[in-house]
Each structure stands twice: as structure tokens, then as C-alpha cells.
């Protein structure tokens, strides 16, 4: 399907939406004002036997929580394209690529800079291809710095205040009318498909964390710390599992409730599964109950 009029480079505008999705850009224009917030706490017991199993055998390439449950997540939204949406310009569009981004500490301590981190997930991408880009991303990160959206950044740092405030302005007009270009919206988190916090790496409980105005990114996951708690299956037993926190504030004009509920109950069946996530991205998500 060839770029229509009112297409961007980075979505395709939808223009067959009922009257109600079409008024909520008009209604609430700001992202911010859209925001819903869903957390849940997530049975992953089998995912940790699971990466435990993986890292016991294979030494090549080791495993962790967070890039198991960013292979979900992209999984979840290749399945659930409403969820790679988003509002622009007071007009809904479906995103052309699915982005993962998150930030990484250059060094671990109070004072480290940080840097921005955006993955591609396509169709036959794999839980190892991700496990091995993050790693590899990462570690190239810290002995390296950052990458091209960093040095934009910090170059724009140096500027004098009212040349900034000039400079936003100039940002937001191309961000409204979709002319932002290439080179600064590939790295920027503000453009990914999703942004994921991983703040159980430093201990750190699940927190609410905002959207932004700017930019196109419609969804914001935080994951928690890995804990156990008493649980109760379907069948009402209790026993102690694995558990873990996962919040997402979501804007409420790419999908309605039912729809980012049930997602999330796909997610859960992702984690309580996580070997499909060695198959591509393509492949049927395997499901009990949803």
C-alpha cells in the first residue's frame, strides 16, 4: 500500500474511524490529558525457572528478566497493533515499524549520565536476537557512550535558553505536522512504540511514569523487582510464586479498555509460557484462557 495524502513518514494516517475515536484528538489534544494507568501483578514463576534453566546450559548468551519481558511485550504489540498507534497532529495513525526503547546508565553510580536505547522488533525477531541486541547495545553504550540522539542532545544543552525555547518551538512544529526528520526521531524514545523502564534492576518497586506530549509514543511500561507472594491459581489454591509488578499508563484514543485488559491477560500467558518467545515474532501467541 503506497503513502496517501496525510500520511507520515512514520504512520499511516487511519481515516476510517467512527465519530466518537475521530473527536477524542480534538477533545483531549494533549497526550498527557489521555493518560489511563494499569498495573498488575504478574504470576512469573515459570519465567524464572525457565531463565534459570537457559543460563545453566548456555553460557554464550545469558538471559535476564527484562529481556524476556521485553520480548513479550514486543510480541503483544506485533499481535495488538492498536497498541502501535498513536496521535498526531489531531488525527489517529498505525505506526509503520514496532520500536522497543528504554535508558541505560553509562556507569553505576548517582552521577552516571544516561543514554537512550531503541530496538526494532520485525516480524521473525526472536527472544536471543533481542537478548543479544540489548546486551550488545548496552555494554557497547558504557564502553562508548552514547549514540546519535545523545550527541543531538547534548549539543542542544549548550545552546542559551531563549535559542532553546526558539528551538522547541521550531521541534513541535515539525512533530505536529509529521516532518520531524529521520536522524532525530530514530533513536528518540519519544517516537518508540513503547518506552520500558526496568527499575527492578536497581531495586526499585513499579511507579506510575508519565507520557509525554512530544513526540509519538502512545505507551510507558515500568517493571518492578521480582518478589515472592502468596498467590491463588483458578482453582483457588494458594502457594508462594514468583511475582512481579508491571505498570503501564497508556493514551486512552489509540484503543478502549476491553482492549488494552485483554492484551495484558496476553501478556500473562506469554510469561507463564516463555519458550513460544524462541519462535518469531509472527508466530500464534499459545494461550489457555484470555
Not at 18 to 24: A, L, P, R, Y
Not at 60 to 70: A, C, G, K
Not at 162 to 184: K, N, T, Y
Not at 249 to 270: K, N, Q, V
Request: proline share 2%.
Amino acid at each position: 500500500m503506497g503513502k496517501k495524502r496525510g500520511d507520515r513518514k512514520d504512520g499511516r494516517w487511519i481515516r476510517d474511524i467512527d465519530g466518537f475515536h475521530f473527536i477524542m484528538p480534538y477533545l483531549m489534544p494533549n497526550r498527557c490529558d489521555s493518560e489511563v494507568y494499569i498495573e498488575e501483578l504478574i504470576d512469573v514463576t515459570e519465567m524464572v525457572k525457565y531463565i534459570e534453566a537457559h543460563n545453566s546450559v548456555n553460557k554464550e548468551f545469558r538471559l535476564t528478566p527484562f529481556h524476556v519481558i521485553t520480548a513479550a511485550v514486543g510480541k503483544i504489540i506485533y499481535h495488538r497493533p492498536y497498541l502501535n498507534r498513536f496521535v498526531a497532529g489531531r488525527r489517529l495513525y498505525q505506526r509503520n515499524k514496532i520500536t522497543l526503547a528504554f535508558v541505560v546508565k553509562r556507569r553505576f553510580n548517582d552521577e552516571a549520565e544516561e543514554s537512550l536505547l531503541v530496538t526494532e522488533i520485525k516480524e521473525d525477531t526472536t527472544l536471543e536476537q533481542i537478548s543479544r541486541r540489548i546486551a550488545g547495545d548496552a555494554q557497547t553504550i558504557r564502553k562508548e557512550g552514547g549514540n546519535d540522539i545523545n550527541d543531538l542532545l547534548d549539543k542542544l544543552s549548550k545552546l542559551p535558553r531563549w535559542l532553546m525555547r526558539l528551538a522547541m518551538c521550531v521541534f513541535r512544529f515539525l512533530d505536529f505536522h509529521g516532518w520531524m526528520p529521520e536522524s532525530i526521531c530514530r533513536g528518540d524514545s519519544n517516537y518508540a512504540s513503547v518506552l520500558l523502564s526496568n527499575l527492578g534492576s536497581i531495586k526499585c518497586n513499579v511507579v506510575y511514569h508519565h507520557l509525554n506530549n512530544y513526540g509519538t509514543n502512545s505507551i510507558v511500561i515500568t517493571i518492578g523487582r521480582i518478589h515472592k507472594e502468596l498467590m491463588a491459581d483458578d482453582d483457588g489454591n494458594t502457594s508462594v510464586r514468583d511475582v512481579v509488578a508491571i505498570g503501564a499508563t497508556a493514551d486512552e484514543r489509540i484503543a478502549d479498555g476491553f482492549y488494552f485488559a485483554r492484551s495484558i491477560r496476553m501478556l500473562e500467558e506469554i510469561l507463564r509460557d516463555p519458550q513460544q518467545l524462541e519462535n518469531k515474532m509472527k508466530s500464534e501467541i499459545r494461550q489457555r484462557t484470555v
